[in-house]
């Protein structure tokens, strides 16, 4: 099932819906902190018609770093022997179609991250893997928009990964999904920069979720971020880093294609 969140004239009405065949059929229920009958109200809309919103305002941004061997490799850093993890900002969120903005303070080395996103769908705490799958409400896609020479000045990277606008989320949160196994593709200006498939993760979803509840208590709506694969502007050779008009497209088998614009400040 496909979960949107939208809004069809006023911001103020916002609503969360069941995509099918770009039809919205609205839901009675807020799907992360209400029940999960997802009983419909009886409206439905064309999707042309709504504005599409981050399919989820989570409380916290938890990230994995390095989840890729091969992005490890091409960063120069190893591979980690446990899942490396670091937060975003909550206000860096933007749906599907808002604009990523460069940062004045930073606005030359912005880069683009396809991810797996996982939406926690109740209070988390100390489980094993096997008993992750009844605290995911589903899986989204995200671009972690990262300022590379923030990360590398900083020696850490909140700031690097949390100025606004540098987190885009959605379309949508797909709950029937195998996290195992969805293909990757990052697209800038229609050019494929990053391919792969969550297969090749160091850690799985199951592991990610287990390990973060055992660190800390994941609430209903936590976003986490299960990190990127090779192809970053960062790994070329030439200047890949994202320019003012382009346009970013993060596609996962099974959910849908994530796509936003770069503008100036």
Known sequence: MKI????????????????????????????????????????????SEVKFLPPVTPPN??????????????????????PLIFAKATSSIIGPQDDIILPKKAPNQVDYEAELGVVVSK?????????VDEYILGYTCVNDVT???????????????????????GPIIENELDPDNCNIVCRV?????????????????????????HNMTLLPGTLILTGTPA???????????????????VEISGIGVLENQVKKC
């Open 4 to 47: 949107a969140r939208f809004y069809l004239d006023d911001i103020n009405n916002i609503s969360y819906g069941k995509l099918v065949n770009n039809r919205i059929y609205e839901l009675q229920n807020d799907p992360i902190i209400g029940d999960k009958s997802y009983e419909l109200s009886g409206e439905k809309f064309s999707s």
């Open 61 to 82: 941004i938890i990230a994995i770093g390095l989840n890729y061997s091969d992005h490890a490799e091409e960063a120069g850093l190893e591979i980690p022997d446990q």
């Open 123 to 131: 209070e988390c705490k100390n489980v094993s893997p096997e008993e």
């Open 147 to 169: 300022a590379r020479d923030c990360q590398q000045r900083d020696g850490q990277w909140v700031r690097a990964k949390s100025f606004d606008t540098f987190c885009p989320v």
């Open 189 to 213: 200006n229609n050019e494929i920069r990053q391919k792969s498939n969550t297969a090749n993760m160091i850690f799985s979803v199951e592991e990610i979720i287990s390990y973060l509840s």
């Open 231 to 249: 192809g970053v502007g960062l790994s070329y050779d030439t200047d890949k880093y994202l320019k003012a008009e382009d346009e970013v497209k």
